[in-house]
């Protein structure tokens, strides 16, 4: 199971003096089971991108293949396949907060589920413990107008709308953008938990937009970098992060805990690879110190 | 879908019609089209037609891109050809059920459809080389002497350069929040009336809350930089009319003599 692009175009506008190709044959596979970190500088085509992979957006040229499934073809069965898409492909918008619109943080929640046919027990079933996921208490929200919320906690209702359709993918745009550190940190934990699969809850394939190429390093198995809409590099973070010049020229940075390691190995130090946070980096330092010792080397 | 819309469908260019004064033009359009209702004999509006096509080409805009300005308007001109086409009484050419259609009502409605088709096209020439900013400041300009008589001009052109101003942001953002509640499970296309109008609701609540908090926000910024009406304000680019306007104006009253020339010639 996996989503696929082949050769995938898409160009705003056609025909008009606006008109700009976002997306220029992209080709690419998105195994189930999997944390895949998209990263690209502004308008790189990131957010073009991840509209793909629910039918939201149909590809000027090329495919998208859902579980083997083409999501694109423009007749009735097409369109019931991107409806059925939408079900397995969750897809949290930049600023998902914007979406909320009910009296109720419960009512809210039980939009996405209730359009997917579900009412009842079952529905409140969901409700409850897509709010659990989302890190947010049903009977302290539950009742609760979603505008006098904090920010990031409109967000994790958001989310929560997104989760409780209970899709196997879950595509998430710059979650954290505009969250302040401390909600930044829990939100990334929330994401790392829905991978795992907690609270009776399979584990979920991840699609993730992101700046932080901490938080990539952290967490992805696979890094897609985008380029003016162009795929530039793909593969695991560790591998990707080492191809600093075609990164600069994508408008990024390697994150700080490789280039810190990789200033260490020039200085003679020898850093094993493979560390991807902080407390990993500082057991490979160790380690490195340690071997240095014994070979009498300082 | 919601891209294909174009509001302030200025096209940048530096054609003589791109340089004029927007006052001026803004004026001889309005002439213009007093001319079109006033000369209705069919050599001027050969003349009228022939002027319309030679600005149309000067404008450096597209032909195409002109001609499309037509496109949301053409089932009004063909109604209108067929009211007359069956409504003039005159020599019947063919019966078609209970209307007679007539040479007269074609000649008619020929001449209607061209008024309305260049009426359409001269008013799209204005904004496709005007931009947004410069029309809002002509129309500030040509209503502030009507000040006196409480028109509050400047008011009303910041209130139409705002408004231009977001309708691309608001496009943008309805887009965004359809295909959020899309991803949720709406679906647009599909249900009765009553359906579809509930569907509205997810979209228009979400699209409000922002509108509001954009308000608020620009607002607030206004006031920050001491924004405090039209009072003893100065514009950074102030109109200035110039050699061509006068060419400009000059021609136009030419081809006025030359339309009633025409015009009472043939009446
Ligand atoms: N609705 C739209 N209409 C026209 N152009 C767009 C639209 N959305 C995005 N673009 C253009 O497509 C390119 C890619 O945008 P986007 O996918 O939003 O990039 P990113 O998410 O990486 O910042 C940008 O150049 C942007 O200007
Ligand atoms: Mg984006």
Redesign the pocket.
Request: charged letters at 25%; aromatic letters at 4%; glycine letters at 18%.
């Given at each position: 199971m996996s989503i696929e692009l082949k050769n995938v175009s898409y160009t705003?506008?056609p025909g008009t003096p606006?008109e700009?190709q976002?997306l220029h044959d992209i080709s690419l596979t998105i195994r189930e089971g999997t944390f895949t970190a998209i990263a690209?500088?502004?308008?790189?085509?990131?957010?073009?991108?991840i509209q793909h992979l629910n039918g939201l957006l149909q590809p000027t040229d090329g495919t998208v293949l859902v579980d083997g499934v083409n999501i694109n073809a423009r007749d009735r069965q097409g369109r019931g396949a991107a409806k059925l898409a939408r079900g397995s492909v969750g897809m949290v918008f930049q600023y998902p907060e914007q979406q909320l619109f009910e009296e109720t943080v419960a009512a809210d929640v039980a939009f996405g589920p209730r359009n997917q046919g579900l009412s009842g027990e079952v529905l409140e079933q969901r409700v409850r413990a897509a709010l659990a996921l989302a890190g947010l208490d049903y009977e302290a929200f539950g009742n609760q107008s979603p505008f006098q919320l904090s920010g990031g906690q409109k967000r994790r209702v958001a989310i929560a709308g997104v989760l409780a359709m209970q899709p196997r993918y879950l595509v998430l745009?710059e979650p954290t953008a505009g969250l302040d550190p401390r909600g930044r940190e829990a939100l990334m934990e929330t994401v790392a938990r829905l991978r795992q699969g907690s609270g009776g809850c399979p584990p979920m394939t991840i699609i993730f937009?992101s700046h932080s190429m901490d938080d990539i390093l952290r967490l992805a198995d696979e890094l897609i970098v985008?380029d003016r809409?162009r795929l530039v590099l793909s593969g695991s973070p560790e591998v990707v992060f080492r191809e600093k010049d075609i990164l600069r020229k994508a408008g990024l940075e390697a994150p700080e805990l490789t280039v810190l390691l990789d200033s260490l190995r020039a200085t003679g130090l020898p850093v094993p690879a493979g560390a991807r946070n902080r407390r990993e980096a500082a057991a490979a330092i160790r380690q490195a110190l340690l071997s240095h010792k014994e070979a009498g080397l300082c | 879908m919601l891209?294909s819309i174009t509001i302030g469908q200025y096209y940048p260019g530096n054609s003589l019609l791109h340089r004029l004064d927007p006052r001026v033009k803004l004026l001889l359009l309005l002439a213009f089209m007093v001319e079109i209702f006033v000369f209705t004999a069919a050599p001027a509006y050969a003349v009228l037609s022939a002027m319309t096509l030679l600005l149309m080409l000067n404008s450096g805009v597209p032909l195409k891109i002109i001609m499309g300005s037509l496109k949301p308007l053409w089932w009004i001109i063909a109604f209108t050809f067929l009211i007359h086409l069956c409504s003039t009484p005159g020599d019947a050419f063919a019966q078609v059920w209970i209307f007679a259609l007539t040479w007269e009502g074609a000649a008619r409605g020929g001449l209607i459809c061209l008024r309305l088709v260049l009426l359409i096209l001269l008013s799209s020439l204005l904004t496709f080389t005007t931009s947004p900013l410069k029309l809002t400041d002509a129309m500030e300009a040509l209503l502030r002497p009507f000040k006196g008589l409480g028109v509050p001009a400047h008011e009303l052109a910041m209130m139409m350069t705002i408004a231009l101003r977001f309708v691309p942001t608001l496009i943008?953002e309805t887009?965004r929040i359809m295909k959020a509640q899309q991803s949720r499970g709406v679906d647009f296309s599909e249900g009765s009336l009553l359906k579809r109008a509930q569907n509205m609701v997810p979209i228009l609540v979400p699209l409000f809350l922002s509108a509001f908090r954009r308000a608020d926000d620009l607002a607030l910024a206004m006031e920050a930089r001491c924004y405090r009406g039209g009072e003893g304000r100065t514009q950074m680019k102030a109109l200035r009319v110039s050699q061509i306007d006068f060419v400009a104006v000059g021609a136009f009253l030419l081809l006025t003599v030359l339309l009633a020339a025409l015009y009472f010639y043939t009446v």
């Open positions: 705003y506008m606006m700009r976002a690209g500088h502004t308008g790189s085509g990131k957010s073009t991108l745009d937009v985008l809409g | 891209s943008e887009d």
